[in-house]
């Protein structure tokens, strides 16, 4: 067992909140907290580390290099450290693969595992989690078609370590989950924790079987153990998403050979303060209905402080309803280099501080981005900047203070990270322009 112990435990503190889920958690229908979910949505999408306000992120393919791997569905993927991916097995559509492949992700080149010694059967729609230096496969589909049920670790992962690459079978005593596939295995510290999947009953006759247990592999006691589960438990299915953010999972859609689920619902210690919202009549959809009583507006506020605060917790960033961009800007009557850039641009007059700074920005409306100077470009950025802070704070205030659910909007603003014109380039400005003529537009109707 001594060797178990090593590939399992770790000495990392953990709280005691998160140990709860292990002893007795509860299912929340994230259905009746639509504004959490909605103010998640919003905010992810206006609040990207400590800076950005309404950046988008878009996808990009990659090109990589090294030792492609073959083209699969159904394998498994694991983050080794920041930098690194881990990729095991999968199907072809000819064959089940046992394959192992590290992405570095910096240079974005594959390099193909040697392992030697005993390997896993090849597989399809398995598990691989990363625990401390090893990855854990479970499960999966099986060449010829049978379903899993073991578990193996792979060593070797970590250059710095000069460890052979290695499969080694782990054979836990406990509760152990049954054979299946499409499962989802997700780290919470100390644990790891097995919800759904697809699996096969039946001795003469097979027929399919989809799960909605909860099993847990400790880490301390190195052990399967059952999750007691206190109220009404999602539909069974496989292949869903489930993610821990801090002491909580959140489950996503799936499929149980008939149906394709897009329902949310949240695993919580039985203490959480979400799981005491939770009422005894069936989830609600997401729109309320109409004669909703104060009671319901009530609640659905704090639902929208409880996101906020979820997302604090999930991104390490500093957010408030009240002030909701973290990136300080000085507001444009305290912008001396543009006060003064706009003051040379309408000569001596009567006009105030704010008609002048008005002049500049229609001005630059105006502008081609051959006739910018080199030292208007600093001062530019600067007031792109403050509109996007000015626009992007009134919607969201507007939007956390209304009981309907409105939109962000789909604004793209390419330039808001940007610290300083050093990091521009030439063919940035084209781009800065037309986004700036268009936030002065947005502005002035504002």
């Known amino acids: 067992m001594t060797s178990l112990s090593m590939i399992l435990k770790t000495n990392c503190g953990f709280s005691q909140i998160a140990q709860a889920v292990v ?5 929340v ?6 504004t959490l979910l909605y103010q998640l949505t919003v905010i992810c999408s206006s609040l990207v580390g400590d800076l950005a306000v309404e950046d988008i992120w878009q996808w990009s393919e990659l090109t990589s290099f090294g030792d492609l791997p073959s083209a699969r569905d159904f394998a ?18 000819k064959k089940w693969l046992s394959d192992v492949y590290i992405l570095d992700t910096m240079s974005l080149e ?7 010694g005993t390997l896993p059967p090849p597989r399809c729609g398995h598990t691989s989690t990363m625990v401390e230096k090893r990855l854990l496969v479970y499960g999966g589909r099986g060449g010829g078609g049978p379903i899993m049920a073991d578990l193996w670790a792979l060593k070797g992962l970590i250059e710095e370590e000069n460890e052979s690459p290695g499969w080694t079978q782990l054979k836990l005593p406990g509760q152990a989950p049954t054979a299946r596939c499409g499962h989802t295995v ?20 097979r027929y399919d079987v989809y799960y909605n247990d909860c099993v847990v592999l400790d880490r301390v006691s190195v052990q399967w153990k059952r999750l007691a589960t206190m109220n009404v438990s999602p539909a069974a299915r496989a292949y869903h998403s489930m993610t821990s953010v801090g002491s909580r999972y959140l489950l996503f859609g799936g499929f149980d050979g008939k149906s394709t689920y897009g329902d949310l619902w949240w695993l919580v210690p039985e203490d959480d303060p979400i799981a005491k919202r ?17 009671t319901s507006m009530e609640k659905e506020r704090q639902m929208q402080e409880d996101a906020l605060a979820e997302l604090q917790k999930r991104i390490g960033v500093s957010v408030s309803i009240s002030n909701s961009n973290t990136k300080k800007i000085v507001d444009e009557l305290e912008d001396t280099e543009l006060l003064e850039l706009a003051s040379k641009l309408v000569g001596e007059g009567a006009l105030s501080n704010k008609e002048v700074v008005q002049a500049l920005r229609d001005h630059w409306s105006r502008s081609s981005p ?21 626009l992007q704070k009134e919607k969201l205030r507007s939007l956390l203070q209304s009981s309907n659910a409105g939109s962000m909007g789909k604004e793209t603003y390419r330039f808001y ?12 400005i084209p781009h800065l322009l037309a986004e700036y003529r268009q936030l002065v537009v947005d502005i002035g109707a504002d």
Do not use: C
Request: hydrophobic share 40%; no cysteine.
């Open 23 to 27: 002893l007795m958690a509860k299912w």
């Open 29 to 34: 229908p994230a259905h009746e907290h639509s």
């Open 76 to 93: 498994a993927a694991s983050a080794i450290g920041n930098s690194k991916i881990v990729m095991y097995g999968g199907w072809d559509g």
């Open 110 to 116: 594959w390099r193909e595992l040697s392992v030697l």
């Open 186 to 205: 997700t780290s919470g510290g100390l644990y790891l924790l097995l919800f759904g999947g697809h699996g096969t009953g039946g001795w003469l006759s």
């Open 278 to 294: 939770v009422t005894a009549s069936p989830p609600k959809g997401i729109h309320e209905s109409q004669d909703a009583s104060m």
């Open 370 to 390: 051959k006739s910018i100077q080199l030292k208007e470009l600093s001062p530019l950025l600067r007031d792109y900047q403050r509109m996007i802070t000015h």
């Open 417 to 428: 990270h940007i610290r300083n014109i050093s990091q521009l380039r030439m063919d940035d």
